[in-house]
T-cell receptor, first 110, second 117 residues
Framework: QKEVEQNSGPLSVPEGAIASLNCTYSDRGSQSFFWYRQYSGKSPELIMFIYSNGDKEDGRFTAQLNKASQYVSLLIRDSQPSDSATYLCAVRGGGFKTIFGAGTRLFVKA | DTAVSQTPKYLVTQMGNDKSIKCEQNLGHDTMYWYKQDSKKFLKIMFSYNNKELIINETVPNRFSPKSPDKAHLNLHINSLELGDSAVYFC????????????????FGPGTRLTVL
């Protein structure tokens, strides 16, 4: 079982719709959860982090965490073509290591 | 005023050669990392240094040797390059904060695309 799993996609949504990206993790001791966005040929950049159960909103982005289900998601409201990228879920336990998922490719159609 | 910088950006070399990649961060962070991202875009941790001390050393061939001369620099030397070493190598840094949370966010450099012929 992979430590951090994401659907590779591509996930295709029309412009203005809500994109829902999901991630599950295997280590119940995980403490911090991150969503990074990576455009083709570029480096990952942080979108949001979350470490408490529930929802966390930042502009058009909402991260949701459910530690009991070992599940974290990212919702993108009013999706724009500029949101088209690969979204990486990253999970950190009690040590220094952060485990990245393989990423979900999102394509927003104009 | 680049936060995390890497050199070179592109590296094309022959099998069997030895090469180095350099990384520098000006964020004042105490922890630095090397990641390898393969053709399938999977980002995998290789090494991490905290205050110049090696704290993460994943299952990586011993042809790869990291070196951290100070907290702001982390270099990666690769001996006897092989075709399978072709990938994008990312350097990242973070500031370790007791209790963690999101404050251990990692900031990535632009990457070094290594092609071994």
């Amino acid at each position: 079982q992979k430590e951090v799993e994401q659907n590779s996609g591509p996930l295709s949504v029309p412009e203005g719709a809500i994109a829902s990206l999901n991630c599950t993790y295997s280590d119940r001791g995980s403490q911090s959860f991150f969503w990074y966005r990576q455009y083709s040929g570029k480096s990952p950049e942080l979108i949001m982090f979350i470490y408490s159960n529930g929802d966390k909103e930042d502009g058009r982005f909402t991260a949701q965490l459910n530690k009991a289900s070992q599940y974290v998601s990212l919702l993108i409201r009013d999706s724009q073509p500029s949101d088209s990228a690969t979204y990486l879920c990253a999970v950190r336990g009690g040590g220094f290591k952060t485990i990245f998922g393989a990423g979900t490719r999102l394509f927003v159609k104009a | 005023d680049t936060a995390v910088s890497q050199t070179p950006k592109y590296l094309v070399t022959q099998m069997g050669n030895d090469k180095s990649i350099k990384c520098e961060q000006n964020l004042g962070h105490d922890t630095m990392y090397w990641y390898k991202q393969d053709s399938k875009k999977f980002l995998k941790i290789m090494f991490s240094y905290n205050n110049k001390e090696l704290i993460i050393n994943e299952t990586v061939p011993n042809r790869f040797s990291p070196k951290s001369p100070d907290k702001a620099h982390l270099n990666l030397h690769i001996n006897s390059l092989e075709l399978g070493d072709s990938a994008v190598y990312f350097c990242a840094s973070s500031q370790e904060v007791s209790g963690g949370g999101g404050r251990n966010t990692q900031y990535f450099g632009p990457g070094t695309r290594l092609t071994v012929l």
